[in-house]
């Protein structure tokens, strides 16, 4: 019985996946949501970068396209109860 061949992620896919973290992680209103989820999608990515199994490429491409997903949904929820006034990390960074 042959095994189910899993094709792995191109690079470019890759590279699409991990932008398009970083752009929703911009978006989070709240300063300390949006640098978790940008210092997370870097670790993860570090992480990963080794992985040789086509299968676990996959596996982890994956997981990454469901935490977008995930990632995107959270935004929007966020965004109905952002608060009034910005966060001192912020009004830093604008200054």
């Given at each position: ?12 896919e ?47 491409f ?34």
């Amino acid at each position: 019985m042959a095994a189910s061949a899993v094709a792995a992620p191109t690079r470019n896919e890759v590279l699409w996946l991990y932008r398009s973290l970083l752009r929703v992680a911009r978006q989070f209103c709240d300063y300390n949501i949006r640098e978790y989820t940008k210092r997370r999608t870097i670790d993860a990515f570090r992480h990963n970068q080794k992985l040789t199994d086509s299968s676990k490429v996959a596996a982890a491409f994956a997981d990454g396209k469901a935490q977008l997903e995930v990632a995107k949904r959270q935004c929007i929820v966020y965004s109905l109860y952002a608060p009034k006034v910005k966060s001192v990390m912020d009004v830093k960074r604008s200054a």
